[in-house]
Structure formats: C-alpha cells, structure tokens
C-alpha cells in the first residue's frame, strides 16, 4: 500500500490541521513540564525533543505509523543478517562490527563475529607496532605521519573520529587524510612529510575507486621516488575487502586489513576503515569507540518507541519532513573536536535515503531524505542562522554539546554553552511584537526585530566527549536514518546515484588526454565546456 494511502499517514495529515494552530510556546504553556517529559536518555546522551512543534498525540500516531511499517520487525531483521539491502542482494550488518566477542551474528550460515575480532586483533597488533616504534620504516625510522587515502566513507568516519578524539590521540603520530582527486590535496599533504617517517593506508572497500586509486599511485611514486622501490613493503598497507586489486596494486595482501560487503562505506568507521583511528588513540580506547555503538544498539534494539533516541529523532525528523514541509536539517554540533560532524551526516544521511523510488521500484508520492547541512556553533551563528531565525525556511536544527569541556580555559566552556541553550530558547520562543513594544522599539524596526519563534530544534546534551560517547553518538544518527528509511519504504543501503557522474567521467577522461582534437558526441553545452577548458589549459 502506498505510504500516503495508509490510514496512520492520513491521520497525521489530519492531525496537522489541529497542530498548525498551535505554537512551540502554546505547547509550554499547556504542559510546564514539557522540558522535562519530552525528554529521553540512553548511552549517556540527553535527548530534549520538547521544542518541537509536536504534541503526545502526534508522537503516539507516528508511533502508530512506525508499527504498522513493521519497524521493530525491521530492526530486528537488519541486526539479524537479513538482506536488506535488496538491490544488491547483501546484509547490513555494520551493528555486527561492534558486537562483544562470543556473541554470535549469522551470514549465509557463517558466524562472522569471529572473523570481525581476528580482523580487530591484527589492527590492534599492526597499531601498538606503530605506536610504540616495532614497526619502522625502510630506513629504520619510526613512522611520524600517517596518511589516510580514501574517500566517501573510506575517508569521512576515520577523519571525523580522529579530529573529534584528538584529545586521546598519542600525538607523536600525527594523521593526515588525503580524498580529493584533486592534485592540491595529495601535494599540499606530502609537501610537509619526510618519506621515511610516513605510513600510507589505502583505504578503499572496493580498491577501484578512481580518486583513492589516483592518490594511491601519486603518494606510491612519492615514496618509491625518495626512498625506493623496497620501500613500499614498509610504507603502505592496504584497507578493502578487495585482495585481488590490493595485490594488484603492489601492497602485500600479509599488509592488507580486511571487511565484508555486508559494512556499507558509510558504516564502515567501525571495520578496519577506522585503522587509522586505531593507530591515534590505541586499541583499548577504540574498543571503548565501538562499545558506544553497541549500547546505542542495544538500546535502539529493545527500547520502547517513547524512549528510543533514534526512533524519536527518526519519527519527529520525518513529521518535519512530510507534514511540516521543512526540506533540510541543521546538524550543530557545539564544539569544535565535531567540525567534521555535519559533513560525516551528510554523507550518512543523503547517500542513504536521497532515493526516490521505494524498495520495489516504484516512484514516491512524497519527500524522502532532508538536505542536511551545518557547522560548528558558534560559528555559524556569525554566519547562516539570521536565515534559521528570520527566514522564510522552516528549518530544524540538532544542537549537540558537552557538559564538560576536553579544553578547560578560563570563561570558555560557558559563554559557549550559553550560547547552545540561548539558541533553542530564541529558536523556540521568538520575541513578539508586543515584547518589542513594551522595550520601546522604534516602531520603524519593530517589523525588522521581530522574532516569530516556533522553529523546531531538538537538544542532544552528553556529559563529555570520550570514544564511547562519539560511539554512541554515531549509532544515534546511523540509526535515525534507518528508522526513516524504513517508514519511506526505501533502500537505505544502495547508492546508484553516484554511478552515472562516474561512467561519464571515465568517457571524458580521454577526450581531455588525447593529443588530437577529440570528436565530441555530447550536449552542446558539454561539448563547448570541453573544448574551452582544452584550448585553456595548453595556455
Ligand atoms: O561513490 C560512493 C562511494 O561508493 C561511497 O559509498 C563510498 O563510501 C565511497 O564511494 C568510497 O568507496 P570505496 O571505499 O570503495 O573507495
């Protein structure tokens, strides 16, 4: 049955007759314990959902809505190996990637737990070398520098964990991450390195992608160029579930870590994608990182749907989307270790559900996946949110901070978290013309002062950010995601849309290399580009 014929989905439609009416403000007044009944906590992370313009009567259908899409059947599915990600016939298991030892998770009849830990194993062996100096470089020294090339989710989890777990990072190995096939990215990076204290890690699931390959090849002739060809050995190891290409490549499969196809790229920060965040903060505090994801799971397995974070951030996140017409989430992290975090979302959340047609193929007749988008408070309060406050987008907003500061200094952690709590209270509250009247606003700029409030946010406070937070506050948003993308119907786990970008990449490739004119066969706008950017770079 189609979504929208669903009798839940037309009693929200219903339903937001009656909401439309109301205000943030309205729903405060009616209920003066809101802040603290719209409320959820789990792994350590405080949900404040009460500044959304829902009521428990609009919770109580989306969670009728959730059990008639079989959501608890659905997780339950995912978590036990089915294969959900119907296009391409696999699993989704990168809940598996975390599970404690002993615990037992089944594909095509194999427990693949114990081959996840003998991977972990040889990650943390291949980390401690690194770190305490065993391992050395072709010339005896200890590896200083560590690149990471990859890209997508080959790049994004590892280099937003380093950034945000910097703090416990042994810091005399410093990470670098090379994605952009861009040349600047990989010249700019190895301008600054000695070859002999630099270790690469290919990081690519499938070892064919052509910006990691090509970044691949320039740091591998770097390298064999300073130092030699037996250098390589001892220089470059290799992340991917492709031993054949990895060979191929030259790196000895004995220097290869490996996953399975059943960990999506963008759920990969988990499977040795994450080595290199291995290497900077050591394996006791990585498996710390992974027990964050698992309390997340287990909570998101078992919680009811009033209690589970992601369910409440997935469910209210879709009543924005669909009812309210909100067409982008702000992701706002306030703290800087998370810069990295709205970017790592985007790719979470819009590779994932950026789909239109539903499971079986056929086009939906409603919105699927937010634009999501952001940056670190209280940056972009000097920036972008004039617009979340005055314009005329509705635009919700996740503000996520820390009780307690990694880098206590004098007022800081304050004026900061003054901020975090200012925001949502304006976003949420406004001021009224008649508040502005009362001040003595010249009347003139009254219209221009005015703020109509009853912008939607949601407040995720953590007491710190250790690997085990940032663990659990990953599997939060990894599983919001799939609680959507199970309500919409569609697959959360394929990405063909990145396909075509690719094919017709690779067709040009030649016609900008070949010595002659090449016969251009495109769109006349295609071709005219081609043409001047040929005439253009022989100059
Ligand atoms: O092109 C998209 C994508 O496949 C992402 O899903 C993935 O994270 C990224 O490319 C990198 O892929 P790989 O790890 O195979 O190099």
Not at 76 to 99: C, I, K, Y
Request: charged share 20%.
């Amino acid at each position: 049955m189609n979504l929208t014929q669903r009798p839940e989905w037309t009693s929200l439609k219903n339903h937001l007759e009656t909401m439309s009416h109301l205000q943030i403000a309205d729903l405060f007044e009616a209920d003066p314990d809101r802040g603290t009944n719209l409320t959820a906590e789990s792994a350590g992370i405080y949900l404040d959902y009460s500044k959304n313009r829902i009521s428990v009567e609009t919770l109580k259908l989306l969670f009728g809505l959730a059990d008639a899409l079989e959501l608890r059947q659905k997780i339950s599915a995912m978590f036990s190996g089915e294969p959900l990600n119907n296009t391409e016939n696999r699993s989704v298991l990168h809940t598996a990637l975390r599970a404690p030892v002993g615990s037992e998770i089944f594909v095509d009849g194999v427990n693949v737990v114990p081959a996840i830990q003998a991977v972990l194993e040889r990650m943390a062996k291949f980390s401690d070398d690194l770190r305490s100096g065993r391992w050395k470089g072709a010339t005896g020294s200890k590896i200083a520098h560590v690149v990471n090339i990859g890209i997508g989710g080959s790049d994004l989890g590892p280099h937003l964990c380093y950034d945000a777990l910097r703090h416990y990072s042994d810091r005399s190995i410093t990470l670098h991450f090379v994605s952009n096939v861009d040349g600047t990215d990989i010249t700019e990076t190895l301008r600054e390195l000695n070859p002999e204290e630099t270790l690469f890690i290919v990081a690519s699931k499938t070892f064919t992608t052509q910006e990691t390959m090509a970044n691949a090849r320039t740091a591998r002739d770097w390298l064999v160029d300073k130092v030699g060809e037996s250098a390589v050995a001892s220089h470059f190891v290799a992340v991917s579930t492709n031993a054949a290409e990895v060979s191929r490549f030259g790196i000895d499969t004995a220097n290869m870590f490996g996953f399975w196809d059943w960990v999506g790229g963008r759920y990969s920060v988990d499977s040795a994608i994450g080595l290199s965040l291995m290497i900077a903060i050591g394996e006791k505090l990585f498996r710390d990182f992974l027990a964050g994801f698992h309390a997340m799971d287990r909570h998101f397995q078992s919680s009811r749907w009033d209690q589970n974070l992601p369910v409440l951030l997935g469910l209210i996140g879709l009543w924005n989307n669909n009812f309210l017409g909100a067409e982008s989430v702000a992701i706002l992290p306030y703290d800087q270790y998370l810069n990295l975090f709205p970017a790592y979302l985007q790719q979470l959340d819009m590779e994932s559900n950026g789909k239109s047609v539903t499971k079986s193929g056929e086009r939906v007749s409603y919105q699927t996946g937010p634009i999501v988008w952001g940056q670190p408070g209280t940056n972009g309060q000097h920036a972008f949110y004039q617009l979340i406050h005055q314009g005329t987008k509705l635009i919700p907003c996740d503000f996520i901070a820390f009780s307690q500061s990694l880098n206590p200094c004098g007022l800081h952690h304050d004026l900061l978290m003054s901020n975090f709590f200012a925001q949502t209270e304006a976003l949420a509250f406004g001021k009224s013309h008649e508040e502005l009247q009362l001040e003595g606003c010249n009347p003139e700029l009254i219209p221009h002062r005015t703020f109509t409030g009853n912008r939607p946010t949601n407040s995720i406070l953590i007491e710190k950010l250790t690997p085990f937070s940032l663990g659990a506050l990953i599997a939060l948003y990894e599983h919001k995601v799939f609680t959507q993308g199970v309500i919409w119907g569609i697959n959360s786990f394929d990405q063909w849309g990145v396909e075509l970008g690719k094919v017709l990449a690779s067709r040009i490739t030649p016609e900008l290399e070949s010595i002659n004119e090449p016969e251009l066969k495109h769109d006349s706008s295609t071709n005219t580009l081609i043409k001047r950017y040929r005439q253009q770079k022989q100059t």
